[in-house]
């Protein structure tokens, strides 16, 4: 059995393949004490071996775990995972916690050109999180929230600290906060285009990480890229492609 672990900001992910079968996938929030949390997210299975991806992959190496451990890129682990789970797609994008990745592909999932956003929170699952906060609701509830907007305000900080004073703002002048939501979206899905066509904007996008859950994000990104629905892909599990991929490179 072959563990491949994706450690962020945010979350940790264990995928465990088995004759190069998924056979466990699993998460829980990363903490303050990630290295507690990764043996109990492999307190009951014993691997071969395991491959880690994400800000904390060096953490796993030093976790002292019974198997050899290696790293990987999250690069070349989101890209081999993404191409795992829809081959016909030529550009990957990624938005988690801390960072986004647009990643362009060739037809045999090599990576061509990446681009990274990772120096701030600015269109980041983070960001989603902040703003979700000053409305008082669950980030996971916030994509159909702003769904409900429908006139978005332009929002023109990307800065959470800035966006969050422009969006009091407009509230104060009486702006429906559900418009505000659906500005705040817009404004990442921006940016989140902008940095597609600087590795070229194919189409088809495999779509991953945990914001690719969000609702209205996948609404606005179709919407921009002019995609239809076999042009914008989102994995069953998309926080999962990270994990998966780096177990496809143990």
Known sequence: MIAGIDIGSRSMELVLLDDGNIVSQRTLPTTFDPVAQLRKLLADVAPERCMATGYGRELV?????????????????????????????????????????????????????????????????????????????????????????????????????????????????????????????MSIARRTVNMLRRVGGKLPVAFVGGVARNPCMTSLLRQLLKADGPDLLTPEAPEMTGALGAAMLA
Do not use: W
């Open 61 to 185: 190496r030093e976790a002292g775990l019974p198997c050899p451990v290696d790293t990987v890129t999250e690069i070349k682990a989101h890209a081999t995972g993404a191409h795992a789970l829809h081959p016909e797609a030529v550009t990957v994008l990624d938005i988690g916690g801390q960072d986004t990745k647009a990643i362009s592909l060739s037809k045999a999932g090599k990576v061509l050109k990446f681009e990274m956003n990772d120096r701030c929170a600015a269109g980041t699952g983070k960001f989603l999180e902040y703003t979700a906060a000053v409305f008082q609701i669950p980030v996971e509830e916030f994509g159909e929230y702003a769904l409900m907007g429908e006139n978005a305000p332009v929002i023109n900080s990307m800065c959470t600290v800035f966006a969050e004073t422009e969006a009091t703002s407009l509230m104060a002048r009486g702006t429906r906060p559900e418009d505000i939501a659906l500005g705040l979206h």
